[in-house]
């Protein structure tokens, strides 16, 4: 620590801006310079412990920390300018909010007397944000840089993580002051609860016990918990059957036989058919979103419900709990465990289990290859999963291959899938694949993205490559929207109306990726997809990109139409399960 840096020195906010990323173990920070926020980058220049990655656009700055804190477990760290720079984080922000993934976003202001006055790059940025992040700093004044930077990391990566925006004004940024580290955070109001209410674990005991068709409905919260093993635990304990959601995967292993897959929308029959008949669900860090639940009304009509979350605000809010819980999922599941093998673990779900076991073994996921013998997009994504296995990180843009990978990927293990589940931002997967290689530098990242994500931040290759960032990216070429003529295709007959994007050569993917200083493959025959597979995994000094051209009708089954009751999941068009044969 140089002597001028020493704790009450004076700073600049700037100086004290970095010296507090410094404090707080900020090592990587995504981010463009601009007008408002230039005076913070003369001292980045010096840091020798914050390596900042200059991103080719504050949306993908935003995105990168979000796949950066997925795989580390730190907060993600954005920059950006005042004004257009701020509002470009605006998507990814609100993206982490939705997922509950832990990012800092520091913006410029103009100077606090222009403040309202329409200067030039000026933007209310905590106005706008203020309901997309777990809170938000307007800093004007040098000496309370350290404080607020100290308070946002703790909010940003304590309770239910999310994002916490900093916005510093210009002269704050240039005035000097004494550097005060805070000794406390003091955040009143902020106190989140983590151990569980042992009156309310026994009342959940208790259900449990005395339940004939439980389900463990599993949520992303129980990944932000660190609670895999503790679910395996109480998985092996009970031989309770399991749910994981989009958010959830890999937090217990797919392999398991009591894993009934991924619920909702496009889930696995067997996981929505469990939900639906169960008599107890036992949520852990799940919201029972409407994608899970489809139609409200309907969903599990016959079961209790136990909701354990760590944000009390989500308990009741569209399914009334009969049990409540609030904590942490870690705790709550060990205290669950103790308290259930205290009591011998009574559980009599053998017919259930072995019910629910037969409807996975009946009706598995799956797809048809292609008459004409083009590329299957489903095959596509097995294959990479198999090549690759279970240690790689995975990152999914928002669609049919979003979709595909949730169910045909290799996840056995927490915290190697990150997609863009609440918002469903197109445009997600190479830049939080580059954060997630940035995060975990020796890991094999791959990102699964379609041809219309791609096409919106795939700029983001040009910072993988000059910054030594080497991803691979998997761009599914159907040439169309295809989540959306998907549901042209079964709800508007069949009237594309501007999802064809016209041609698989414009862009040339494959020269694209050369331009941008990538290496470009492409596999057009099912011969081809091993070839190229093996090579991308085997140029580890560049990222690669490797374009799948498959065939464009190709849709995601099973489905549950949007607003309609998980009963009527189908299987394949205008095929469902015989429900009427498959009771207990």
């Excluded at 395996?232 to 398991?256: K, N, W």
Aim: aromatic residues 6%.
């Amino acid at each position: 620590m140089a002597e001028n840096e020493a704790e009450g020195a004076q700073l600049t906010g700037a100086q004290s801006l970095v010296r507090s990323l410094e404090r707080v173990g900020a090592e990587t920070v995504f981010g463009i310079p601009g007008g408002a926020i230039l005076p913070a980058y003369d001292p980045l220049y010096d840091s020798k412990f914050v390596r900042h990655i200059l991103v080719r656009h504050e949306q993908g700055a935003g995105h990168a920390a979000e796949g950066y804190a997925m795989v580390t477990g730190k907060a993600g760290v954005c920059m950006a300018t005042s004004g257009p720079g701020a509002t470009n984080l605006v998507t990814p922000i609100a993206d982490a909010h939705m997922d509950s993934v832990p990012m800092v976003a520091i913006t410029g202001q103009v100077a606090g007397p222009a403040i309202g006055t329409d200067a030039f790059q000026e933007a209310d940025i905590t106005g706008i944000t203020m309901p997309i992040t777990k809170h938000n700093f307007l800093v004007r004044k040098p000496a309370d840089i350290p404080g607020a930077i100290a308070s946002a990391f703790h909010l940003a990566t304590t309770g239910r993580p999310g994002p916490v925006l900093v916005d510093i004004t210009k002269d704050a940024l240039q005035s000097k002051s004494g550097f005060t580290w805070p000794t406390e955070i003091n955040l009143p109001g902020y106190r989140p609860v983590t151990k569980p209410h042992g009156k309310q674990v026994k009342e959940a005991v208790k259900l449990i016990t005395e339940a004939r068709r439980p389900v463990l409905y599993v949520g992303g919260g129980a990944y932000k918990a660190g609670a895999s093993k503790e679910l395996a635990a109480l998985v092996e304990l009970t031989g309770i059957p399991v749910v994981t959601t989009l958010m959830a995967r890999g937090v217990f292993p797919d392999s398991h036989r009591l894993n009934m897959g991924m619920p909702g929308m496009h889930g696995t029959v067997a996981a929505v058919g469990a939900l639906q008949r169960s008599d107890l669900l036992i949520s852990l860090g799940a919201r029972f979103d409407d994608r899970v639940t489809g139609e409200l009304s309907s969903f599990a009509p016959g079961a209790k419900i136990i909701h354990a979350d760590i944000d009390p605000a989500e308990i009741s809010k569209n399914r009334v709990a009969d049990v409540p819980i609030v904590g942490d999922c870690k705790e709550v599941i060990a205290e669950l465990t103790a308290l259930l093998a205290a009591n011998g673990n009574p559980l009599r779900i053998d017919d259930w289990v072995s019910w629910l076991v037969g409807v996975k073994d009946r009706y598995p996921t799956g797809y048809d290859e292609p008459e004409d013998g083009s590329l299957s997009p489903q095959a596509v994504i097995k294959r990479i999963g198999q090549i690759a296995g279970p240690d790689a990180y995975y990152v999914a843009g928002v669609g049919q291959h979003q979709m595909w990978a949730a169910h045909y990927l290799p996840f056995e293990k927490p915290g190697h899938w990150l997609n863009s589940g609440g918002l469903g931002t197109m445009g997600y997967c190479v830049p939080a694949a580059m954060g997630a290689k940035a995060g975990r530098p020796d890991a094999v990242v791959w990102g699964i993205d379609g041809d219309g994500c791609f096409q919106m931040t795939n700029q983001e290759l040009v910072t993988c490559a000059v910054e030594g960032i080497p991803v691979k990216i998997a761009v599914i070429n159907n040439q169309s929207l295809g989540m959306v003529r998907q549901w042209q295709t079964l709800f508007y007959n069949s009237r594309y109306s501007n999802t064809d994007l016209k041609t698989n050569r414009v862009p040339d993917f494959q020269k694209l990726a050369e331009a941008m200083g990538c290496v470009g493959l492409r596999a057009e025959q099912p011969g081809d997809v091993d070839a190229v597979i093996d090579k991308a995994m085997s140029i580890n000094d560049a990222p690669v990109v490797v374009e799948f051209v498959v065939h464009k009708d190709a849709m995601v089954w099973p489905m549950v139409a949007a607003g309609t009751s998980n009963d009527e999941i189908k299987v394949a068009r205008d095929m469902a399960p015989n429900w009427e044969g498959e009771e207990l």
